[in-house]
């Protein structure tokens, strides 16, 4: 390290080392309706609270369980959240609780808490649990004199427990909460929506149904928003945005004009709080009513209901929720007297501390907004997330007669490239759709730039994308060919079909494509026309992205395997079993697959490891099977080393393992890249690509001079991608210094910061920088420009 600033640097970093919870007494709870996800966040919680020396308590049965005391409130140990990470729901219970609403009530809460010491809380909730936990530490100092003049407490316990502290969790399907992009629950129980929505589908198109489905959500129209949008359905009925009068005959023209199109099908989506403008409530059975009176179209209701509060967590909400969880502990440890009780959030792909009450509060505008009949307002305060949302939703909504389109007379073409990843279609879909909306002729282009040069485009229209949002793979074929060696016939491909702007939906290929077209703008006026990229591979090692598309649906089947294959050894003696994930160089896929399946060792090529780190990872995980847990996980990229295989590994666990455990392999292989695109991928596919070509759109406009459109600036070829907190268009000449081209990964990879998180979870000593960590925020400042779309859905 040389130079001035070197050490400056090196002490503006925060590690958890130096934070110190001896002596502390931190207790988890879980309060209101249960989310899936929630016992991630408990585990989280018990382990990092376990690893910084404190002492951790559950809260059985939330409020209740603390006002109630006695065997509610145990202590946790290491092995107690072991195998929780899975099981949906709260393991630890959790109940609504009339009594803590009174002060009595608390009065008992807060003398079972001092009575164990405990002045550390962290609450898992809604706003509901997180409103009455501020209004427990507001308190909290009147409460403890009040049970000293009872002497209940001695004026030590008044000294010594003199502040509580409490850190929030947002817990809660419906994604109500303002402040947070995600709740954890709302990506699990988007899954359970769509699980649901596909399969109505397959039966609706055989007898040309019309299915009209309810989805909870209370008063906030989110899970309907967006699964509405991941399932490309005809209507839907959202409380921040009523339908104006005359809805009925506008929702039954769009249903006929769709079954004229010859589309099978239609879907309808309501959420359960929606109302028309005059506040009257609208009903899925009001609708069905509607639709088979005027349309005569055979109908049928489904109330998904609790539905979708079960099944097992989506690997989102599993690494959110022991993301949050690790975040809970390091705030809860560096609050102080002046530090008002906060709630871990995620805001963009960044953890951030904001303050409880504002929140709340912001919460609360939303519903005083909808009661005041304020609904643009109502939108702008739900957050960029759901305005974002929602903007795409009505851009996608209906077709324009062609009278009403703009006529732009610009063409612009959309292709994929590399190896096929879930969402592209979406992405397709949604381009093709936009574009047409803009007044642009959209064309496709089968297989890559070999079938540009080799002229396979055609134009395409609005309804041959119909469907095309649920479907894996790519509907356009894809191939990893490159446009190097062809440049003079895809020129003239571009000549004749006279191509004014590019979408290249794709993986590493995909950059490097247009890296390729970029370079060549001197040879060939052709390239010279807006061109971008929108990241899609399950391997997410694109340059300049945080997140590709593709690689939520990949986690999840990774995770879903992981699931299966250890509860296949339950009830067997101890085992461990050794996977291989694909992701080429990259170790997005084991790394963050391992945090959400629970892995205790994850091998990746960024992180070199040598036979010495082989021989403790087996001797730690020796150490662990002798206790109470009965399975062990162990993650290795398919290129982490090319001389420890996964054949090596698997023999080294099973020779050095004997008499403790015997060992399993599986090399997961293709089924990783297959599948139907999970709600995430949809959506982010359907949003990027919308928000892609309304930049082309621009580019057009900004280039097209003399006639002709001319873009040779660096900014002119760019690649979209989500960057902490913001969808950002960088350009692909710059991206070239932050890329490994020999590896095909980027130089920096901000999924590292988590591996620290995966090992403090599974039981290692490892240093864990805290620079990242968030520091107080506040809700209502205003965000950079750039940032106001949040690419998480």
Not at 319 to 334: D, F, K, N, P, T
Not at 523 to 549: K, Q, R
Request: charged share 20%; proline share 3%.
């Amino acid at each position: 390290m040389t130079g001035p600033t070197a050490p400056q640097r090196q002490d503006t970093r925060k590690f958890v080392e130096n934070l110190s919870g001896a002596g502390t007494s931190i207790a988890v709870l879980t309060s209101g309706g249960d989310a899936q996800g929630m016992n991630a966040a408990v585990r989280a919680v018990v382990r990092m609270g376990i690893y910084v020396g404190a002492k951790v308590y559950f809260i059985h049965e939330g409020y209740q369980g603390m006002v109630d005391g006695g065997d509610n409130i145990k202590e946790a140990t290491w092995e107690s959240v072991s195998s929780m990470l899975q099981v949906g729901g709260t393991v630890i219970g959790s109940a609504r609780c009339k009594e803590f609403r009174t002060r009595e009530g608390r009065l008992k809460a807060a003398h079972n808490l001092v009575q164990r010491s405990i002045t550390n809380l962290c609450v898992i909730g809604g706003d509901g649990s997180l409103t009455g936990a501020n209004l427990f530490r507001e308190e909290w100092s009147s409460l403890l004199n009040e049970l000293q003049e009872q002497g209940l407490i001695d004026e030590e316990a008044v000294h010594s427990h003199s502040e509580l502290h409490i850190v929030g969790m947002v817990g809660s399907i419906d994604n109500d909460f303002c402040g947070t992009d995600m709740t954890i629950g709302t990506d699990s129980a988007l899954h359970r929506i769509i699980e649901v929505v596909d399969a109505i589908m397959t039966t609706a198109q055989s007898h040309q149904r019309t299915f009209v489905l309810e989805v909870m959500g209370r008063h906030c129209g989110y899970l309907a928003l967006v699964s509405a949008l991941a399932c490309g359905a005809d209507w839907v009925f959202i409380p921040e945005m009523p339908p104006e009068d005359g809805w009925e005959d506008n929702m039954c023209q769009k249903l006929s004009e769709n079954r004229a199109d010859k589309k099978r099908l239609n879907i309808i989506i309501v959420a359960e709080g929606a109302t028309d403008c005059h506040n009257k409530a609208i009903t899925p059975d009001y609708i069905k009513d509607l639709v088979v009176s005027r349309l005569g179209f055979d109908t049928r209701v489904t109330i998904l209901g609790h539905v979708q509060r079960g099944g097992t967590p989506s690997a989102f909400d599993r690494i959110l929720a022991s993301r949050m969880g690790v975040e809970a502990v390091l705030a809860l440890l560096e609050a102080s007297t002046d530090t008002p009780a906060c709630v871990v959030s995620l805001v963009g792909n960044q953890a951030v501390r904001l303050p409880l009450m504002e929140c709340v509060q912001m919460t609360q505008e939303v519903q005083k907004a909808m009661d005041e009949k304020k609904f643009e307002e109502a939108v702008r305060l739900r957050g960029r997330s759901f305005e974002h949302n929602l903007t795409t939703y009505r851009l996608l909504a209906s077709r324009k007669a062609d009278s009403e389109l703009p006529n732009s007379s610009f063409n612009v073409a959309v292709l994929n490239v590399g190896a096929p990843a879930a969402g592209m279609n979406a992405a397709v879909r949604s381009a093709v759709r936009v574009g047409i909306t803009e007044g642009h002729k959209m064309f496709a282009v089968n297989d890559g730039f070999e079938g540009f040069y080799k002229g396979q485009i055609k134009e395409i229209g609005w309804g041959d994308v119909g469907g095309w949002t649920g479907q894996g793979g790519s509907l356009l074929g894809t191939k990893r060919t490159l446009p190097g060696k062809h440049l003079e016939k895809i020129a003239e491909q571009m000549r004749i079909h006279n191509i004014n702007a590019l979408l290249v939906i794709g993986g590493f290929e995909a950059f490097e494509s247009v890296l390729q077209l970029h370079q060549a703008r001197a040879h060939y006026e052709e390239f010279c026309i807006p061109m971008c990229i929108l990241p899609a591979t399950i391997s997410n090692n694109v340059p300049g992205n945080d997140l590709s598309l593709g690689a939520d649906t990949s986690l999840n089947a990774i995770v879903e395997t992981c699931d299966r294959i250890k509860q296949s050894a339950s009830g067997t003696k101890r085992r461990v079993f050794i996977i291989e994930t694909m992701g080429g160089y990259c170790g997005y896929l084991a790394t963050v697959g391992g945090l959400a399946a629970g892995a205790d060792t994850v091998y990746i090529y960024e992180e070199q490891f040598d036979i010495h780190d082989l021989q403790n990872n087996v001797e730690h995980l020796t150490q662990k099977m002798k206790t109470s847990i009965q399975r062990g996980l162990v993650l290795r990229n398919e290129n982490s080393n090319e001389n420890f295989t996964t054949d090596f590994i698997y023999q080294l666990y099973s020779e050095e393992g004997r008499g403790v455990f015997d060992c399993r392999k599986n090399i997961l292989g293709h089924m990783q890249q297959g599948g139907s695109p999970s709600p995430f991928d949809r959506n982010f596919g359907t949003k990027v690509a919308a928000k892609a070509i309304q930049w082309i759109t621009r580019m057009l406009k900004e280039t097209y001079k003399g006639g002709r459109v001319f873009a040779n600036s660096e900014d002119s070829a760019c690649l979209l991608g989500m960057r902490r907190r913001a969808m950002v268009f960088q350009p692909v000449a710059q991206l070239q210094q932050e890329t490994d081209f020999v590896h095909r990964i980027p130089t920096e990879q901000w999924w590292l910061k988590l591996r620290p998180v995966m090992k403090i979870l599974a039981k290692y000593k490892t240093s864990y920088d805290m620079s990242d960590s968030g520091q107080l925020e506040h809700v209502t400042q205003v965000r950079p420009k750039e940032s106001d779309f949040s690419a998480s859905i």
